[in-house]
């Protein structure tokens, strides 16, 4: 028994020297501090807008889907809605499962501080990391920032390293998550690609319209279910008895509404060239067959299909060589890619799978640098360029079917090139207005062609699978759709990576104590989407850049694929309580599916280890930042009440 009571003393006594502080239970305090906490967690919003939201569309934008100026419209309307319809109901799970809050209960005004501190850290990180182009985990910035806190404030027992809810698993997720999505994003861009994209042309667009209901059900199933896990709080721990009936009925529905309006559509203008709008989709059977005109394809997707019919493969390479070099303007190149409008396109022809007319890897010696004089058996032959670096003619302007280069007719867009790191400015003109001035200085994304190809990459595009134009257009509206729920999920998830820190700074402000849950006013929410759009206005096409073309080559199957992988592995690992930033998914996605090409110098490894490298530093440089500044704000000397500081006034004798 002796034992016993001398333990029950001991806790006894440690128990008996925690003092609460006076302040505890005084609303209204300290004024200055949430001025200071209001400005941070701007900038961290504002560096989640920049560097996690224009992650979700650098897919979209380096494959010509949308623009970088309908990115940011797009992406500011869903992240809007998303932190207002559904980030409502934020906790503090991600403090609680890092430090131990508790031990702050008696001093509830150094918690508030040391989350302000914490949108400090994370913010001005994710900022730097920004503007050296390095896509990281915004959740992981405030996480290492936690854990600074909970150091500085109490040694290494203030944070809990355990892998079940705390430090290691997050660690366990820099490795576990992006291989996953790798993986997935594989294996369905690999399905898509013999399934659709691998036979000839006509073969492959027959197959991919046939297709078109199977990937709404698989698409809009997964972004259901993404959004019921990851995007809705409330949906979290919904039972599997009730989510799959949901996602399996919302999946079979926009399959049927495919097949009644996207279907019948899509073989009017990809088959049988009608020249439909998008928005005729929805009234296509009222429309009379050739009443608004048919589009005529190149003459080299003519001479293709000539070629293709004859089975002459030197011919069909002839005819791509002669139209390389007979397209030289002198103006400033305006690239193409895979999936632009049909009129006047520029192509690369791809043979059916497996013949070796097109296969990347052979060429003439000094045409494309690292690839072999020959292949075994085949006469030496030039490696193919990805479409997107074939010229057109002087004066001939082709945009993306949302119109991404009509800005090249206007003379708004400067071509951007250069290396993958550091800030790539719009070029100012003498004779530009004060307004454009402007722009380029505040906004220079708007003002930059964001998914330009740049020439140092081209060899890795070389190496890079390239599909039938007409067949990569069908993927844009699939993958437009993703983006978008993808952007109202991480909006309604993503923004408590800078609210909750506020929003307990709030919490202690109005109410002097500490509570299990902090929930966030309305208004502090538009505060927070606010500050998310700003940045990703402003900041946002640094991390485009550097995740569109830079790591592989994009196009909208590919994109279509990594988004799915992406989401459908978060999804997972959100149901299974494991701690994952979507940033890694997609990255790791984007590696796998450039890995689909059949070789590994398709993907930029240097990049890659850059953006791996940026995800180990996160959490350490984050946590360094804030621990610092906060221990040297709680321990600081403080002035005495009643000798006049911060009111304006000197109260002694002059």
């Given at each position: 028994?002796?034992?016993?009571?001398?333990?029950?003393?001991?806790?006894s006594?440690?128990?008996?020297?925690?003092?609460?502080?006076?302040?505890?239970?005084?609303?209204?305090?300290?004024?200055?501090?949430?001025?200071?906490?209001?400005?941070?967690?701007?900038?961290?919003?504002?560096?989640?807008?920049?560097?996690?939201?224009?992650?979700?569309?650098?897919?979209?934008?380096?494959?010509?889907?949308?623009?970088?100026?309908?990115?940011?419209?797009?992406?500011?309307?869903?992240?809007?809605?998303?932190?207002?319809?559904?980030?409502?109901?934020?906790?503090?799970?991600?403090?609680?499962?890092?430090?131990?809050?508790?031990?702050?209960?008696?001093?509830?005004?150094?918690?508030?501080?040391?989350?302000?501190?914490?949108?400090?850290?994370?913010?001005?990180?994710?900022?730097?990391?920004?503007?050296?182009?390095?896509?990281?985990?915004?959740t992981?910035?405030?996480?290492?920032?936690?854990?600074?806190?909970?150091?500085?404030?109490w040694g290494?027992?203030?944070?809990?390293?355990?892998?079940?809810?705390?430090?290691?698993?997050?660690?366990?997720?820099?490795?576990?998550?992006?291989?996953?999505?790798?993986?997935?994003?594989?294996?369905?861009?690999?399905s898509?690609?013999?399934?659709?994209?691998?036979?000839?042309?006509?073969?492959?667009?027959?197959r991919?319209?046939?297709?078109?209901?199977?990937?709404?059900?698989?698409?809009f199933?997964?972004?259901?279910?993404?959004?019921?896990l990851?995007?809705?709080?409330?949906?979290?721990?919904?039972?599997?008895?009730?989510?799959?009936?949901?996602?399996?009925?919302?999946?079979?529905?926009?399959?049927?509404?495919?097949?009644?309006?996207?279907?019948?559509?899509?073989?009017?203008?990809?088959?049988?060239?009608?020249?439909?709008?998008?928005?005729?989709?929805f009234?296509?059977?009222?429309?009379?067959?050739?009443?608004?005109?048919?589009?005529?394809?190149?003459?080299?997707?003519?001479?293709?299909?000539a070629?293709?019919?004859?089975?002459?493969?030197?011919?069909?390479?002839?005819g791509?060589?002669?139209?390389?070099?007979?397209?030289?303007?002198?103006?400033?190149?305006?690239?193409?890619?895979?999936?632009?409008?049909?009129?006047?396109?520029?192509?690369?022809p791809?043979?059916?799978?497996?013949?070796?007319g097109?296969?990347?890897?052979?060429?003439?010696?000094?045409?494309?640098?690292?690839?072999?004089?020959?292949?075994?058996?085949?006469?030496?032959?030039?490696?193919?360029?990805?479409?997107?670096?074939?010229?057109?003619?002087?004066?001939?302007?082709?945009?993306?079917?949302?119109?991404?280069?009509?800005?090249?007719?206007?003379?708004?867009?400067?071509?951007?090139?250069?290396?993958?790191?550091?800030?790539?400015?719009?070029?100012?003109?003498?004779?530009?207005?004060?307004?454009?001035?402007?722009?380029?200085?505040?906004?220079?994304?708007?003002?930059?062609?964001?998914?330009?190809?740049?020439?140092?990459?081209?060899?890795?595009?070389?190496?890079?699978?390239?599909?039938?134009?007409?067949?990569?257009?069908?993927?844009?509206?699939?993958?437009?759709?993703?983006?978008?729920?993808?952007?109202?999920?991480?909006?309604?998830?993503?923004?408590?990576?800078?609210?909750?820190?506020?929003?307990?700074?709030?919490?202690?402000?109005?109410?002097?104590?500490?509570?299990?849950?902090?929930?966030?006013?309305?208004?502090?929410?538009?505060?927070?989407?606010?500050?998310?759009d700003?940045?990703?206005?402003?900041?946002?096409?640094?991390?485009?850049?550097?995740?569109?073309?830079?790591?592989?080559?994009?196009?909208?199957?590919?994109?279509?694929?990594?988004?799915?992988?992406?989401?459908?592995?978060?999804?997972?690992?959100?149901?299974?309580?494991?701690?994952?930033?979507?940033?890694?998914?997609?990255?790791?996605?984007?590696?796998?599916?450039?890995?689909?090409n059949?070789?590994?110098?398709?993907?930029?490894?240097?990049?890659?280890?850059?953006?791996?490298?940026?995800?180990?530093?996160?959490?350490?440089?984050?946590?360094?930042?804030?621990?610092?500044?906060?221990?040297?704000?709680?321990?600081?000397?403080?002035?005495?009440?009643?000798?006049?500081?911060?009111?304006?006034?000197?109260?002694?004798?002059?």
């Amino acid at each position: 028994m002796l034992p016993y009571a001398v333990m029950f003393a001991t806790l006894s006594m440690a128990t008996a020297l925690l003092v609460d502080s006076p302040e505890r239970g005084v609303p209204w305090l300290y004024k200055g501090m949430v001025v200071w906490a209001f400005g941070w967690a701007f900038l961290d919003a504002y560096t989640i807008g920049a560097n996690d939201v224009a992650n979700s569309f650098a897919n979209a934008v380096g494959s010509r889907t949308i623009t970088h100026r309908q990115a940011c419209m797009i992406a500011c309307v869903g992240e809007f809605l998303g932190v207002m319809v559904l980030g409502k109901t934020v906790t503090d799970a991600v403090r609680k499962k890092m430090i131990q809050v508790d031990w702050f209960e008696q001093d509830p005004y150094v918690l508030a501080l040391g989350m302000s501190c914490v949108n400090l850290g994370s913010g001005l990180w994710v900022l730097v990391a920004t503007i050296f182009t390095m896509p990281v985990s915004t959740t992981h910035a405030v996480v290492g920032s936690i854990l600074g806190i909970g150091i500085a404030a109490w040694g290494t027992g203030g944070v809990k390293w355990e892998y079940d809810g705390g430090f290691l698993g997050v660690v366990a997720s820099w490795f576990i998550s992006p291989v996953m999505a790798a993986v997935l994003g594989a294996v369905i861009y690999l399905s898509v690609k013999f399934l659709v994209l691998a036979h000839p042309d006509e073969l492959a667009l027959k197959r991919g319209i046939m297709l078109l209901p199977f990937y709404f059900f698989i698409s809009f199933g997964i972004v259901t279910g993404f959004m019921l896990l990851k995007g809705a709080p409330a949906a979290k721990d919904m039972k599997y008895e009730v989510s799959i009936p949901i996602v399996m009925g919302i999946g079979v529905g926009f399959a049927l509404l495919s097949l009644i309006f996207v279907v019948p559509w899509t073989r009017r203008t990809a088959q049988d060239n009608e020249n439909l709008p998008w928005y005729t989709m929805f009234y296509h059977w009222s429309i009379p067959k050739g009443s608004m005109g048919y589009y005529e394809e190149s003459s080299l997707a003519g001479a293709h299909d000539a070629a293709g019919k004859s089975g002459d493969e030197e011919l069909k390479n002839k005819g791509v060589e002669t139209q390389l070099q007979s397209q030289m303007p002198a103006a400033a190149p305006v690239p193409f890619y895979p999936g632009q409008p049909y009129p006047g396109q520029q192509y690369m022809p791809q043979p059916g799978y497996g013949q070796p007319g097109m296969v990347p890897g052979y060429g003439q010696p000094g045409m494309v640098p690292g690839y072999p004089d020959q292949m075994p058996g085949h006469p030496p032959m030039q490696a193919p360029m990805p479409a997107q670096y074939v010229q057109a003619p002087a004066g001939q302007i082709n945009g993306s079917a949302f119109g991404a280069q009509m800005a090249y007719a206007q003379g708004e867009i400067q071509p951007v090139t250069g290396a993958a790191f550091g800030f790539e400015e719009a070029r100012i003109l003498p004779d530009d207005p004060w307004y454009t001035k402007v722009g380029k200085t505040v906004a220079p994304g708007f003002y930059m062609d964001i998914g330009a190809l740049d020439p140092a990459d081209a060899v890795m595009h070389a190496r890079a699978f390239q599909a039938y134009p007409k067949t990569e257009e069908m993927f844009k509206m699939l993958q437009l759709t993703t983006c978008l729920f993808f952007s109202i999920s991480h909006g309604a998830n993503d923004i408590a990576n800078a609210l909750a820190p506020l929003a307990t700074v709030w919490l202690v402000y109005s109410k002097g104590t500490l509570a299990s849950k902090a929930p966030i006013p309305y208004w502090l929410l538009a505060y927070g989407a606010f500050a998310l759009d700003v940045g990703l206005v402003l900041s946002g096409h640094h991390i485009m850049k550097a995740l569109g073309n830079k790591l592989t080559l994009q196009s909208p199957s590919r994109g279509f694929c990594i988004e799915l992988g992406a989401m459908f592995t978060v999804m997972v690992f959100s149901r299974a309580g494991v701690p994952v930033s979507t940033t890694h998914c997609m990255t790791g996605a984007t590696t796998g599916v450039g890995l689909c090409n059949g070789d590994v110098n398709a993907v930029n490894w240097k990049l890659l280890a850059v953006i791996f490298g940026g995800w180990f530093v996160t959490c350490p440089a984050a946590g360094l930042v804030t621990g610092m500044v906060f221990w040297g704000l709680a321990s600081s000397p403080k002035p005495m009440a009643g000798n006049g500081f911060f009111t304006g006034h000197y109260l002694g004798d002059d």
